[in-house]
């Protein structure tokens, strides 16, 4: 089967454009991957809101309220170092019919009634003969699509309030619009719309294909007949200050959204500002990768009668380079055009709790249920305004972690914002004041000239449709299917071998295993490790290793699994997703739910065997070891005949695919787990396959929390650890259990670990639902090669440089040699592991026995060759590679070619030559610069014993009021032992200080 179009995540296209070499065009989007920078990791936090007449009434008041309320949202906002530029901000109005048609006239253009046209806004390059090329482009698709071109309009800019710093200047679009009248062909206003969105992205897709590098600076920002979009990477204030047709009376709308964008550790760009065409989101979008990843696998699978063959013109959905609310909207609008509802697009993409919700009616849990097969959720912190330009509304995520706030007022005004106060109103004439709750929608039917309650949209939409039919018809509950007798093992294989060929050591059962099994909890241990990465081991490593859960890092809380239980779920669907635009509940094929991934032998057994109860239900078992005759060389080989394998079982129409590593021996070598189900799971989505087939891993290598995770970010619905089941009923019967921890409850209990420590796992990215998590690749790939990665794990953030498909193969081959060799030391027992504790024949450790009872001896006797002797081991160890910086060196300044900077000058003269500007933006009286110019120069010798107290708790970022508990001083005598400090500094305050630096960091070093 051929490859389908390139999306985001395709390893061809999408990581072949990311790593070209930047070039002029390149200022008009964000900039090319490049060392730790990578667009795919664009998201925002931001300040959002509207205002709404519910009745309809159009007037220019509303457009100039959304820009007050802007204005008022400028502290939800970012600035850079120029202050004079903004990471984006715009306003979603409706189309001021009355102001396009007398504009349009002095053209001699006469505009169709509402409705019949459409606006597109456009940036176009400033190149003259570019954008005239581009609009030749725009009238032949046009014409094509059976549209008519009534004309273009250059929108009046004033960009006096910008930027005019050069390279700031230089990413200014042109901003054009396009008139497009409805074709004879055009039945209604709904397939106008539904060819418009074809026609948009037939113009883009053109256009994106043209450019062979970099980016021409063309991006619709809107092409609607209801709605029209005006934006920029502007300050909140210069929105209204650049765009001159928003300050003409004339120009009047019903309808104001707005939003001021803060971009959290990423780039701006006029592209990525805010609103989009349909949404405006404040949060982050966490599944992102996971989302973008299913979206282009149901390329192959989905079809509608709306479309027709024009849905062969919609791929890809989204682009690269685009930001999480981006492909939100992207992914909202196909479903809008596609048949749905806005309120019910909206349901699907970001659904409340409902697998635990005993509150919630049977409809409205079926209709939650019934779509969860449809579509995974959009996970993450959002609140999100969204509108079509007939419906407005907002909706909050099932956990609520975003502000929203909105009022009614007696004059028919709805003003909804992320604070409340953005407009100021009379407080005699709100009508109603609220807040949006957690998985709660706000809608503003302006046709209706009402608000619609939540439950009013729910449940008329639940009612829809008999959904639980539908279900009882296609969907299967894992529980409720007859017991089936699990199938045994290899006789010929000892429990122990099969241990050491999957890199079981002595801790892993007794650290780690055994407490899941007696507790039902994950074991705690302290934080760090000063164990080698995985690149840098002399051990062999499993391949799990070399993953790194990722974590919100800047606005996201994390979410509480335990207290927040309710909107928490580890239900997972197995088998074939349905068309995704079948509004009738036509799929035949069956699926599986179960209530959590992590599968007994019996259960997996259940699933192997539904097939011989039920009909339209077959499931596959792939074996994915290989002889080991072959070594480690014939892994790749095995490797694709095992993808040419899975999608030979989809195209045969089988429902689940299990990959098993059950035959594992001394005749057979199993490839890693994880690069199994992974290299499927990308294999199928690349073919356009994975929605059609479930992903079950049976497996005995996983036994630990991170493992499973991995094996679920790459892909895998169900997991089945037969021999970590295996290992501990082994533990169980030589008695290493409490006694009132039976066979049973051992399983059970290690099974609720799992779940734990995977809901936890999950918390730190905000994630709430396994659904959402399962193919999101929250992960960094630390020590694998680019190439590896791309390959197998396509889509994966990869840093730094390591092993590839080779080492990966030839350490499995050799733990495998070693399994089934006659090594008397692994004769009867298991490796010792050594990960949490230093062991003779263990991981090595920064941290030996030795160094430490050197350092103690040392500070015991204040032995300065002591100390000496311990820093030398220390320092050999780093460069015996247990760190990265053990690969680096200083280079001097001499080396460098640049004047040595006396120490007598202090940290004055040499942070002069550090350059701080990353630091300068998060600096405060304990940040990174006080610690740095306190550690690096201050003149301790010139200080009084109590000063130089003083001074080392101040290095630690200690506040005053801790230090004078310490000391038992009192605050003020710490305050003014301080200004000693700053004194002997040259300065009288800590934001002096600070300031002092950051002023002779801008200077040219001398």
């Known amino acids: 089967m051929a490859d389908l179009t390139p999306s985001l995540t395709d390893v061809t296209a999408c990581e072949a454009r990311a790593d070209r070499k930047p070039t002029t065009a390149q200022t008009f989007g964000l900039p090319h991957k490049q060392g730790l920078y990578d667009p795919r990791n664009e998201h925002d936090a931001c300040g959002v809101g509207f205002v709404a007449h519910m009745k309809g009434q159009k007037s220019h008041q509303i457009v100039r309220d959304g820009l007050f309320m802007l204005e008022n949202l400028t502290h939800r906002g970012a600035v850079g170092a120029d202050p004079l530029m903004g990471d984006g901000a715009g306003l979603l109005v409706q189309i001021p019919d009355r102001f396009f048609r007398e504009e349009m006239a002095e053209q001699g253009v006469t505009l169709p009634a509402a409705g019949d046209y459409a606006v597109g806004f456009i940036f176009m390059p400033q190149d003259e003969a570019l954008c005239e090329h581009l609009k030749g482009i725009i009238a032949e698709v046009v014409a094509d699509e059976g549209q008519t071109l009534l004309g273009f309009r250059d929108v009046p800019v004033d960009n006096s309030s910008l930027s005019k710093a050069p390279e700031i200047a230089a990413t200014e679009p042109r901003h054009v619009q396009v008139f497009i009248g409805r074709g004879d062909g055009v039945e209604d206003q709904s397939d106008f ?55 003409d009376p004339r120009f009047e709308s019903a309808v104001a959204l707005v939003h001021q964008r803060f971009s959290t550790n990423t780039f701006p760009s006029w592209k990525l500002a805010h609103p989009y065409r349909m949404v405006a989101h404040n949060g982050e979008i966490n599944t992102l990768r996971g989302n973008v990843n299913w979206m282009a696998a149901r ?39 596609g048949g749905y509802s806005m309120a019910h697009a909206v349901m699907m993409l970001i659904p409340e709790a409902w697998a635990g919700n005993a509150l919630m009616t049977e409809d409205r849990k079926a209709f939650y249920e019934y779509h969860a097969a449809l579509m995974e959720p959009w996970d993450g912190p959002a609140a999100v305004a969204f509108t079509d330009g007939v419906q407005i509304g907002a909706t909050l995520d099932r956990n609520g972690l ?52 939540d439950a009013e949209v729910k449940s008329g939409l639940a009612a829809k449709h008999p959904y639980r039919e539908w279900l009882e018809r296609t969907q299967l509950i894992l529980e409720d299917l007859k017991p089936v007798e699990p199938r045994a093992l290899r006789k010929d294989v000892s429990l122990l071998d099969r241990q ?115 009909d339209r239900f077959d499931t596959k078992t792939l074996d994915f070891t290989y002889s080991s005759d072959k070594g480690s060389d014939g892994m790749k080989a095995a490797l694709d ?50 929605t059609s087939v479930g992903l079950v891993v049976e497996s005995g290598e996983p036994r630990e929390i991170h493992h499973f995770a991995c094996l679920a970010g790459y892909g895998a619905e169900a997991i089945n650890p037969y021999l970590a089941f295996d290992t501990l009923l082994d533990m169980h019967a030589r008695g290493e259990f409490p006694p009132e921890v039976d ?67 030839s350490e499995t081959a050799e733990r495998h040699r070693l399994a089934f060799s006659n090594d008397p030391v692994l004769a009867t027992s298991l490796e010792v592991g050594g990960e949490y504790a230093y062991r003779m024949r263990g991981e090595e450790h920064a941290w030996t026995p030795d160094a430490v009872a050197t350092l103690q001896h040392a500070v015991r006797g204040n032995a300065q060759d002591r100390y000496r002797e311990f820093a030398d081991m220390v320092n050999e160890s ?39 500007g990353s630091l300068q933006a998060r600096a405060s009286p304990q940040g990174p610069l006080w610690l740095m110019h306190l550690r690096a120069a201050l003149p301790i010798d010139k200080l009084s014993p109590r000063e130089q107290e003083v001074a080392r708790h101040l290095s630690e970022g200690k506040t005053f009021k801790r230090i004078a508990q310490q000391l038992g001083l009192s605050p003020s005598t710490v305050a003014n032992h301080s200004a000693s400090i700053y004194r002997k500094l040259g300065v009288y305050r800590r934001e002096e200080l600070i300031s002092q630096v950051r002023t002779d960091a801008t200077r040219k070093p001398a």
């Open 193 to 247: 719309k539904r060819q418009l969105f074809v026609l948009r992205k037939v113009i883009s897709n053109r256009v994106y294909n043209e450019i062979d590098d970099g980016d021409d600076g063309f991006y619709f920002v809107s092409l609607s007949t209801q709605t029209v979009v005006y934006k920029g990477m502007f300050l909140a204030y210069q929105v209204g200050a650049y765009y001159k047709d928003l300050s």
């Open 299 to 337: 390329q192959a699978s989905v079809s509608s009668p709306l479309f027709g063959d024009d849905i062969s013109k919609l791929w890809p959905i989204s682009y690269e380079g685009q930001s999480d609310t981006a492909c939100f909207d992207n992914a909202l609008e196909f479903l809008i055009r």
């Open 402 to 453: 975003r502000p929203a706030r909105y009022i009614v007022t007696d004059d028919e005004r709805v003003i909804m914002a992320s604070e409340a106060g953005v407009l100021p109103v009379d407080e005699s004439s709100i009508v109603k004041k609220w807040r949006l709750q957690p998985g709660k929608m706000l809608l503003i039917d302006m046709e209706e000239g009402r608000i619609i309650s």
């Open 500 to 614: 050491q060929a999957f890199g079981y050591s002595q801790e892993d059962t007794k650290i780690l295993m055994a407490p899941m099994a007696t507790t039902g909890q994950e074991a705690i241990g302290s934080m760090g490790t000063d164990t080698p990465i995985s690149a840098m081991s002399q051990k062999s490593k499993l391949l799990y290793t070399y993953f790194k859960q990722n974590f919100a890092q800047v606005t996201n809380p994390p979410i509480d699994p335990i207290r927040e239980e309710l909107v928490m779920s580890l239900v997972s669907f197995i088998g074939p997703r349905p068309n995704i635009l079948d509004h009738k509940g036509a799929a035949k094929k069956k699926r599986l739910e179960v209530r959590q991934p992590i599968l007994t032998n019996g259960d997996l057994e259940k699933i192997r065997s539904i097939g011989h109860t039920e």
């Open 641 to 690: 005949r095992l993808c040419d394998r899975a999608e030979e079982a989809v195209t045969g129409g089988y429902n689940i695919i299990i990959l098993s590593d059950r035959q594992i021996g001394p005749d057979r070598i199993a490839i890693p787990a994880l690069l199994a189900t992974a290299a499927v799971h990308h294999h199928l989505i690349r073919k356009g396959l994975r």
């Open 743 to 809: 066979q049973y409850e051992v399983v059970s209990r290690y099974i609720k670990a799992i779940g734990k420590g995977i809901l936890k796992v999950m918390s730190k990215m905000g994630i709430s639902t396994y659904q959402s998590y399962c193919g999101a690749q929250i992960f960094d790939a630390i020590g694998l090669s680019s190439e590896f990665v791309k390959t197998y794990f396509t889509g994966t953030a990869t840093t730094i440089e390591g092993v590839g498909l080779a080492e990966v193969a």
């Open 878 to 916: 780093t460069l015996r590679m247990n760190a990265i910086r053990g690969l680096f060196e200083i280079r001097t300044a001499e080396a460098a070619g640049r004047k040595p900077v006396p120490l007598d000058e202090g940290a004055l003269g040499a942070h002069k030559v550090f350059a701080l």
